[in-house]
């Protein structure tokens, strides 16, 4: 660990903001570009300057980046994605139509799409997806957990735990602020009770699909069968699974307070996790975190490990 400055919101962390048009990426409606050349996006926001036609969404990539980077800087001394203070390079307007967000491994950016307009609207409005992409950043920098099965359903509930965090809400609800009104559906997924969202499940065999509540509990994982190829299975089932740990983390937070699940999730995904690890894994390091911080046989790590059975892990 480094040492910090003890105030991180007097730390002014250096942001960049893009804004992608036709001419720095390759989009299909509604999907991930499949290529992006940032230095062809306009840049709208750098050194705190921003450009006069910045849209909003642009300055509200800014603001939400502001919030992450103070999150971790002031909570745990950590800075920017990398903890050494590396720069946040944010993207808006990404692809066509597309819904949501994404952290990009390569090129260290968050890109945000401008929502289809049908049911969802520019993904700068929530909060929380910046704190969960920010999270991506960090453990890519960090545990380096793979984005498939286990370690990617991991990474996924770390994400949506930090991200809440940062939202600072403390509505256990992922992505509302995404949807638009009309919009059957009303969020991505919520860790307090997570079989209210639902999502299509395709049979593997048989094709039938049919629709499935978010598990709440390792007892309703859904089957991870490899290859998990992107853009196959979901990346087997990555983002649903992860709501049976996320849940777990919500319990957590109400078992030993939230203070300590913070201090205990930050410590296991930096610095106890690795690429491969899976719930067995996992579930080994989170409880050797809490010895870390609490010692053995404490009040925290008693409730940790009630909350860690009846959930599982
Ligand atoms: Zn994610």
Same mark, same amino acid.
């Given at each position: 660990?480094?040492?910090?400055?003890?105030? /991180?919101?007097?730390?002014?962390?250096?942001?960049?903001?893009?804004? +992608?048009?036709?001419?720095?990426?390759?989009?299909?409606?509604?999907?991930? !570009?499949?290529?992006?050349?940032?230095?062809?996006?306009?840049?709208?926001?750098?050194?705190?300057?921003?450009?006069?036609?910045?849209?909003?969404? $642009?300055?509200?990539?800014?603001?939400?980046?502001?919030? +992450?980077?103070?999150? @971790?800087?002031?909570?745990?001394?950590?800075?920017?994605?990398?903890?050494? *203070?590396?720069? =946040?390079?944010?993207?808006?307007?990404?692809?066509?139509?597309?819904?949501?967000?994404?952290?990009?491994?390569?090129?260290? @950016?968050?890109?945000?799409?401008?929502? %289809?307009?049908? &049911? $969802?609207? %520019?993904?700068?409005?929530?909060?929380?997806?910046?704190?969960?992409?920010?999270?991506?950043?960090?453990?890519?920098?960090?545990?380096?957990?793979?984005?498939?099965?286990?370690?990617? #359903?991991?990474?996924? +509930?770390?994400?949506?735990?930090?991200?809440?965090?940062?939202?600072?809400? /403390? %509505?256990?609800?992922?992505?509302?602020?995404?949807y638009l009104p009309d919009s059957p559906v009303s969020a991505i997924r919520t860790l307090k009770? !997570?079989?209210?969202?639902?999502?299509?499940?395709?049979?593997?065999?048989?094709?039938?699909?049919?629709?499935?509540?978010?598990?709440?509990?390792?007892?309703?994982?859904?089957?991870?069968?490899?290859?998990?190829?992107?853009?196959?299975?979901?990346?087997?089932?990555?983002?649903?699974?992860?709501?049976?740990? *996320?849940?777990? @983390?919500? =319990?957590? #937070?109400?078992?030993?307070?939230?203070?300590?699940?913070?201090?205990?999730?930050?410590?296991?995904?930096?610095? =106890?996790?690795? &690429?491969?690890?899976d719930f067995n894994h996992h579930g080994e390091m989170i409880r050797l975190a809490c010895?870390?911080?609490?010692?053995?046989?404490?009040?925290?790590?008693?409730?940790?490990?009630?909350?860690?059975? $009846?959930?599982?892990?």
């Open positions: 660990m480094q040492a910090f400055a003890q105030n /991180g919101d007097s730390i002014d962390h250096s942001q960049e903001v893009y804004e +992608a048009g036709w001419g720095c990426q390759r989009a299909v409606n509604g999907k991930v !570009p499949s290529e992006v050349y940032l230095h062809r996006c306009q840049r709208m926001i750098h050194a705190h300057q921003i450009r006069p036609d910045a849209t909003e969404s $642009t300055i509200r990539a800014h603001e939400n980046g502001k919030l +992450a980077l103070r999150y @971790f800087q002031s909570r745990f001394g950590w800075s920017g994605m990398d903890g050494k *203070g590396m720069p =946040l390079v944010s993207v808006t307007h990404i692809g066509h139509n597309y819904s949501g967000a994404y952290f990009d491994p390569t090129l260290l @950016f968050i890109a945000y799409g401008s929502g %289809d307009e049908v &049911s $969802t609207t %520019d993904a700068t409005w929530a909060i929380d997806i910046t704190g969960h992409e920010f999270t991506h950043g960090v453990i890519h920098h960090t545990s380096q957990l793979a984005i498939h099965g286990e370690a990617g #359903s991991i990474g996924e +509930a770390y994400a949506d735990f930090f991200g809440l965090r940062i939202e600072g809400k /403390g %509505d256990w609800i992922i992505g509302e602020n995404m009770n !997570p079989h209210l969202i639902s999502f299509r499940y395709k049979n593997p065999i048989t094709g039938v699909i049919t629709t499935r509540k978010h598990p709440k509990n390792r007892s309703e994982l859904l089957p991870v069968r490899p290859p998990c190829l992107m853009g196959t299975n979901f990346n087997c089932y990555a983002h649903v699974n992860s709501t049976a740990l *996320g849940h777990t @983390f919500y =319990l957590l #937070s109400n078992q030993i307070g939230t203070y300590q699940t913070e201090e205990i999730l930050f410590y296991t995904m930096t610095r =106890l996790l690795r &690429s491969d690890s010895e870390h911080l609490y010692k053995k046989g404490s009040k925290t790590c008693e409730g940790l490990e009630e909350v860690l059975q $009846t959930q599982g892990f």
